[in-house]
């Protein structure tokens, strides 16, 4: 009698602290403010750990982890913070990057130089263990049993090596003969030049990746490769030319469509435009506006996009007269679309995510006045309200607001 209620109690712990769905449906998510590391759940607000100098909040699949990084270069170190028992761990210190969670389980993968490792949270006494060297990025496989991992060109005396992409398994460690090799990238030409990728994300029913190939760094400012690979290697395909930015190119949550911020030159407010791939016909569809250009952008659902728009501006137009972008609903089969909201003129309304119940949230900055927040829509129609308020702003524009927030997604 007595072991059975010991064991009543446990069960009853167990199911207060696992973050449920009806919460998650709420809205859920991990932010940086200037004095910490802080947790919205629905309407509640918590602060999570105190300190300067965090980033890069990042939910585990299963909600109960949040990854974060503290100070910065060679100081930097990468924590773990436990939602459930509320303690949080040390994983690494020094030159790390690329935190990624598995897609199930409670693995957490980074970089270190051009090492991957990867590190079993569950484990208390676990320490992080090395899986291959000469990465360049990756990204999990679905099955949370490897990773995809691109080489990075090396500059010869007759040109750059093309970039290769390989399956490496997670225990791996730097046993070469368990990396199998996907696919070789085309080698350097008139048409294509990359000496890296992005992460990959996977679609059409985890048969196929999707990444963005990149040129140097002066080019990768102008002009990058959209590209579709197969899980096999057998399918290369070439789909569009954009920026280098991977939250410019999503999958959609259960169709074979891909949508992604189509065109080149290095001015975000002029000549982007939201356009999906559809793996049946191969073509892309443009669903810009004209004399707008389109930005951040999230399914709402298989149907529906929601993007951050603007009206189209170029260097010659002054500063105070640039126009600062608004979210739009897109409806993907009619391929009409309305606004939804209607920002102040030096307010910017951009990065929009999805919430599991359907409910849109978004960051409105005022970039004269330091200010950043986070608002709310529970659908369409509703009336916005202030979710977040006071969320810091990205130490470095490069990581954007990535680096401040992470609205959690039930993976």
């Not at 998510?29 to 100098?53: P, S």
């Not at 500059?155 to 992409?165: A, E, F, K, M, S």
């Not at 970039?367 to 986070?374: D, T, Y």
Request: glycine share 8%.
């Amino acid at each position: 009698m007595k072991r059975l209620t010991i064991l009543l109690v446990c069960m009853l712990i167990i199911i207060m602290n696992v973050p449920s769905h009806s919460k998650a449906a709420e809205g859920k998510a991990a932010f940086i403010r200037k004095d910490g590391l802080w947790l919205k759940d629905g309407d509640v607000e918590r602060r999570l750990v105190e300190g300067t100098k965090l980033s890069h909040p990042k939910f585990s699949s299963d909600g109960m982890y949040i990854s974060y990084m503290s100070g910065e270069g060679a100081a930097k170190e990468l924590w773990v913070y436990n939602r459930v028992t509320r303690l949080k761990r040390k994983v690494f210190t020094g030159d790390v990057e690329m935190p990624r969670w598995s897609p199930g389980g409670q693995l957490l993968a980074f970089k270190s130089g051009s090492v991957l490792n990867v590190i079993n949270v569950s484990k208390p006494a676990s320490s992080f263990q090395n899986v291959t060297l000469g990465a360049g990025n990756y990204s999990w496989t679905p099955d949370s049993k490897g990773f995809v991992v691109s080489s990075s060109a090396n500059l010869l005396p007759d040109g750059w090596t093309p970039v290769q992409i390989f399956t490496v398994p997670a225990d791996t460690k730097g046993d070469l003969k368990k990396v199998k090799k996907i696919t070789t990238l085309p080698e350097m030409s008139e048409s294509f030049f990359a000496i890296g990728t992005t992460q990959f994300k996977w679609g059409m029913k985890n048969s196929v990746f999707a990444f963005i190939a990149c040129p140097t760094a002066s080019m990768s400012a102008d002009s990058n490769t959209l590209m579709i690979v197969s899980k096999n290697g057998s399918t290369t395909k070439m789909i569009a030319n954009m920026l280098n930015n991977s939250n410019w190119f999503h999958w959609s949550l259960k169709t074979e469509r891909l949508a992604y911020i189509k065109g080149i030159g290095r001015l975000i407010s002029e000549n982007k435009r939201l356009t999906v791939w559809d793996s049946r016909s191969g073509k892309g569809v443009d669903l810009g506006f004209h004399g707008y250009a389109d930005g951040d952008f999230t399914w709402r659902s298989d149907r529906e996009i929601v993007v951050s728009r603007q009206i189209e501006w170029g260097w010659e137009v002054t500063e105070e007269k640039r126009s600062k972008p608004f979210l739009a609903l897109v409806d993907t089969t009619t391929r009409s679309a309305k606004r939804l909201t209607q920002p102040v003129k030096i307010a910017a309304d951009e990065y929009p995510k999805t919430l599991p119940n359907g409910g849109i949230v978004w960051v409105r900055s005022v970039e004269s006045f330091n200010q950043s927040k986070v608002m709310k829509k529970v659908d369409p129609e509703s009336k916005e309200t202030v979710w977040i308020d006071k969320l810091a702003k990205p130490a470095e524009e490069y990581y954007g607001w990535p680096s401040v927030l992470d609205v959690y997604q039930v993976r």
